[in-house]
């Protein structure tokens, strides 16, 4: 069986920047080494935004999230020119199976955190051109388009938010609900509807099996699958287990519960490498991805579900939108 990930979401491109590392071979989590050891990698690297550590910069460093966003992808950018050989960045499903086809990693870039459009539709189109397809609404904090599930409002979306979205689903941009408030949630499902659109939540797990707020609830991740979209296991400990550690079966429990509830061809991963401070046991990186697809194997998955699981849930959600 080939060996093919898909990782909805890492935050590798920020650690770059912050140790002035490189991408092709690093100690971070992901590197482009050990991803061609695999069939297959298709990588969704988010340029993370808090908007908060941003102004805490001394000064002469960027002062504001566009920047801040505009300089992280500069910095994806420059990886890739610098990793022709390993390395495709991609803007559309052909550019995927392109670099699948050339054996290299396909990169899909992300914002993490839409306080980088600073409220300005006009820059939603603006990072489009420089090749984001994915933005996570909110991260930890209330932003111009909705509240955070860790924010202070528990709010929807904004004014400017429902544009925002509106505008994201003509454009071919997905749109990613981790970190956001549960109103904020309900409120780009009505939109999905009204567009006929998937929409995914690129790194969130069950809260029925750990109850923590990022989680999604039942209701919540029926409401994904019946628009198409995706879910991406988040391999983070404090979110597969309420014991604030955990292992490779902890992840399979939170796919089990959530094929459970009818989201068998709506799951994969999205490890949040990189964006974390504790990993599973026996899953430091990429590296380990592998193994993780063998103890699926080892648990009675079928075939058809790793597959499922591992790239075809998210590659077959991005077909549809991109």
Not at 67 to 87: P, Q, R, S, V
Not at 265 to 275: C, E, L, P, Q, S
Not at 296 to 322: D, H, P
Request: charged share 30%; glycine share 10%; proline share 1%.
């Amino acid at each position: 069986m080939e060996r093919i990930i898909f990782d909805a979401h890492c935050d590798t491109i920020y650690e770059l920047r912050e140790r002035g590392a490189r991408l092709r071979s690093n100690d971070l989590c992901v590197d482009l080494e050990r991803l061609k050891e695999f069939d297959g990698y298709i990588q969704v690297f988010a340029a993370y935004i808090d908007r908060e550590r941003i102004k805490k910069r001394p000064f002469g460093d960027c002062v504001d999230a566009f920047k801040e966003c505009d300089d992280l992808i500069g910095l994806y950018h420059t990886e890739e020119e610098k990793n022709a050989d390993l390395f495709a960045a991609c803007v559309d499903f052909g550019g995927i199976l392109n670099a699948l086809g050339e054996k290299k990693t396909a990169g899909i870039l992300a914002i993490e955190g839409a306080d980088a459009l600073e409220g300005e539709l006009s820059n939603l189109n603006y990072f489009y051109d420089r090749g984001v397809r994915l933005i996570t609404l909110t991260w930890n904090h209330d932003n111009e388009l909705a509240g955070s599930i860790a924010g202070d409002s528990g709010g929807g979306l904004t004014e400017f938010g429902r544009e925002a979205v509106c505008a994201m689903f003509k454009m071919g941009i997905i749109v990613d609900v981790s970190h956001i408030s549960k109103r904020g949630f309900w409120d780009v499902y009505e939109l999905a509807k009204k567009y006929n659109k998937p929409f995914v939540a690129s790194h969130s797990n069950a809260y029925s099996i750990c109850e923590h707020p990022r989680n999604l609830d039942d209701e919540q991740i029926k409401a994904i699958v019946e628009t198409g979209g995706c879910i991406g296991i988040n391999f983070y400990a404090d979110f597969l287990s309420e014991k604030g550690e955990a292992g490779v079966d902890d992840i399979l429990k939170h796919m089990e519960y959530m094929i459970k509830l009818g989201a068998e061809r709506n799951i994969g991963f999205g490890t949040d490498f990189d964006g974390m401070s504790r990993t599973p046991s026996g899953v430091s990186g990429v590296q380990n991805m592998g193994d993780v697809i063998k103890r699926m194997e080892k648990s009675g998955f079928s075939q058809e579900f790793v597959k499922n699981i591992s790239y075809y849930n998210f590659l077959n959600c991005f077909r549809k939108i991109l």
